[in-house]
Nanobody, 123 residues
Framework: QVQLVESGGGLVEAGGSLRLSCAAS????????MGWFRQAPGKEREFVAA????????RYTDSVKGRFTISRDNAKNTVDLQMNSLKPEDTAVYYC????????????????WGPGTQVTVSS
């Protein structure tokens, strides 16, 4: 059983930055693919970014490329999402996920989820 908890959400103005962190416990963190999804009100959960177990490979949804950076620290059992140049459309609840297999924009590869953290970007 793996437990995930996100932190770092909050309110920020457009163009600003925010750093989300996800802390994992209860499993072998380094063996999991880690990622971030987000869900805006009235919308389906959307893939944002993922990072391989070794931290070598990353993947981002097109809308955040060049603005967001995912990273992981296996020694600390954490995965972060640095969000720069934030836009109002980035407003959503952001969820940390852990899983395995081929990473896609769907949730198919995910196995564990955190409770989410709210990110609000004002215009």
């Amino acid at each position: 059983q793996v437990q995930l908890v996100e932190s770092g959400g909050g309110l920020v103005e457009a163009g600003g930055s925010l750093r989300l962190s996800c802390a994992a416990s209860g499993g072998t963190f380094s063996s999991y693919v880690m990622g971030w999804f987000r869900q805006a009100p009235g919308k389906e959960r959307e893939f944002v970014a993922a990072i391989s177990w070794g931290g070598i490979s990353t993947r981002y949804t097109d809308s955040v490329k060049g603005r967001f950076t995912i990273s992981r620290d296996n020694a600390k059992n954490t995965v972060d999402l640095q969000m720069n140049s934030l836009k109002p459309e980035d407003t959503a609840v952001y969820y940390c996920a852990a899983g395995s297999g081929l990473v896609t924009t769907s949730t198919r590869w995910t196995k564990y989820w955190g409770p989410g953290t709210q990110v609000t970007v004002s215009s």
